[in-house]
């Protein structure tokens, strides 16, 4: 996998969608992952108790939706390139729960160009994931440093 030059990229340029299933064993080993065992993500019967954010279900982790926004740029770019970008910054916002049981769909394109001269010039990323009903549930900006 090889990142575009800087001047390879325009903005407008759309990355291929991520799908990801947030079934409850995804769910779970995120939870493992991360340490965060909070029952609203892992205890059916809590949530279904608890009622958090008015579902009676478990939803998955805010930073598993930022996780599936940036594997839109970091699954075509990498993280770390071979020919030197690199992952900037990650943004995010969350506009709603996923519920347990979901397909997040996230879709990104280059917003934006930004001059800094030799080694230094990045794109500005948005990347959108919404559910299966089209609802969106999370938005994030994310910077990539790209090669000259």
Do not use: C
């Amino acid at each position: 996998m090889q990142a575009p030059t800087f001047s390879q990229i325009e903005p407008g340029f759309e990355f291929p969608p991520v799908e990801q299933s947030y079934v409850q064993e995804a769910i779970d080993r995120y939870a493992l992952g991360s340490l965060d065992m909070n029952p609203v993500h892992t205890n059916a019967d809590w949530a279904a108790r608890a009622q958090v954010f008015g579902m009676p279900v478990t939803v998955g982790h805010g930073m598993m939706t930022m996780s599936t926004m940036a594997s839109v740029v970091t699954r075509a770019w990498g993280v770390v390139n071979s020919n030197g970008g690199s992952i900037r910054f990650v943004e995010s916002k969350f506009t709603k729960p996923v519920k347990v049981g979901e397909l997040i769909t996230a879709t990104g394109k280059v917003k934006s160009k930004h001059f800094h001269g030799s080694g230094k010039n990045w794109v500005g990323i948005v990347v959108e994931a919404r559910d299966s009903s089209g609802d969106l549930v999370g938005i994030s900006d994310v910077g990539y440093n790209l090669p000259d």
